[in-house]
């Protein structure tokens, strides 16, 4: 391992002591109204007896909210005499973003999910990727990392699999996600960008998963569930829990891929966009997509959309609001060299409502012949 780069981010906690502890990552930020302060990213760390250290990450987005909710309801209620190894929390490890319900930091406007490794002298965002990269990383054993679908995005709440070149690192990886039992697990290499923190985790040979939960820059009731119930799935998986303080899935968990770039429907034009399907629906390429409307100028009639692969909806743009290039539309294909589900199984398992006031479909939830319980 590289010698860890100097860094003047300090932590208020003892990675080392057993027991329950909550503190602070202390990020110097030097700004106009105070020269010598610090961004104070709260920290938590339960360690007993042996076994694996797992990091556990929220908040990387500001506007995503049930993996910190879920965090920190484990920070508070988790008994150490329970865990077998190490639990190191970052519930709101964005915290400027999060207190601005921002995907991206008002201090220095980075998306802290493209800043990784880090700089440790350089702004905020930075140093916060930077300490992670080089203090935590080396520290753990796995890398759990909860989104949701922020402001932009409705999402199927769903586990995703940080895609790795070896083969036993891919199994580890996918068994996690399986274990978490969301409805889909979905393959993500987020367009090949290497700055992630999956993707970094996953350089330092952790075993690595995250989290897309509903988004829409709300709380979603039945995704926070899942999230509960997932990351103690997840954390008894990985032998830092009991096997009693888990509810595993009952029926194997659907795996697909986003197949860049014919995954994603992009916006060609400025204006107002028209969805035509929902989530978990099934979809063709070639298949019309949605359209854009031009409420400024009733004359001009809508532009058309189209998708580019088949497979489920995944996720849809929550603000009807666009412009070119915007993400409007993700679809998901089954990962290549798996069954294609039957259409009765793609909508009893996977069409899945994300806005508000909609109930979740999950695999649990299904009842003999594949009913599903409504």
């Not at 029926?251 to 986003?258: D, F, K, R, V």
């Amino acid at each position: 391992m590289p010698p860890q780069r100097a860094s003047t981010v300090r932590a208020t906690v003892d990675f080392d002591k057993p027991g329950k502890q909550t503190g602070f990552i202390q990020v110097p930020h030097s700004s106009h109204d105070d020269a010598w302060g610090v961004v104070p990213v709260p920290v938590a760390v339960i360690a007993n007896g042996r076994g694996p250290t797992v990091l556990l990450e929220g908040g990387n987005h500001g506007d995503e909210y049930e993996g910190p909710i879920a965090l920190g309801e484990l920070i508070r209620d988790l008994d150490p005499a329970a865990v077998s190894g190490r639990l190191i929390f970052i519930p709101a490890i964005n915290l400027p973003a999060v207190m601005a319900a921002r995907r991206t930091s008002p201090l220095d406007d980075l998306n802290l999910n493209r800043s990784f490794p880090g700089d440790p002298l350089g702004s905020p965002t930075q140093q916060i990727a930077a300490y992670v990269n080089d203090v935590l990383f080396p520290l753990a054993d796995a890398f759990l990392d909860l989104h949701s679908g922020g402001s932009s995005l409705a999402m199927i709440p769903s586990a995703i699999v940080e895609p790795a070149a070896d083969p036993d690192r891919m199994r580890r990886n996918t068994a996690a996600a399986q274990a978490f039992g969301a409805p889909v697990a979905v393959v993500i290499d987020n367009r090949g960008d290497p700055r992630t923190a999956t993707a970094s985790a996953a350089r330092a040979g952790l075993t690595v998963m995250g989290t897309e939960m509903a988004g829409a820059g709300t709380v979603s009731i039945e995704a926070l569930k899942l999230c509960r119930r997932g990351v103690r799935n997840v954390l008894a998986h990985l032998g830092v829990l009991p096997p009693e303080m888990a509810d595993p899935p009952k029926a194997p968990t659907p795996i697909y891929e986003l197949a860049s770039p014919s995954a994603y429907v992009l916006a060609t034009d400025e204006g107002v966009f028209e969805p035509h399907h929902e989530n978990g629906d099934e979809v063709r390429a070639g298949e019309p997509a949605g359209r854009i409307h031009f409420l400024g100028d009733p004359s001009r009639p809508p532009v058309e959309l189209a998708y580019q692969a088949d497979g489920i909806l995944y996720g849809r743009r929550h603000p009807g609001r666009v412009w070119p290039g915007a993400c409007c539309l993700v679809v998901a294909r089954p990962l290549e060299g798996r069954r294609r589900p039957e259409r009765r199984d793609v909508r009893n398992r996977v069409r899945l409502r994300s806005q508000p006031g909609h109930r979740l479909l999950h695999p649990l939830d299904e009842g003999p012949a594949g009913a599903v319980a409504q």
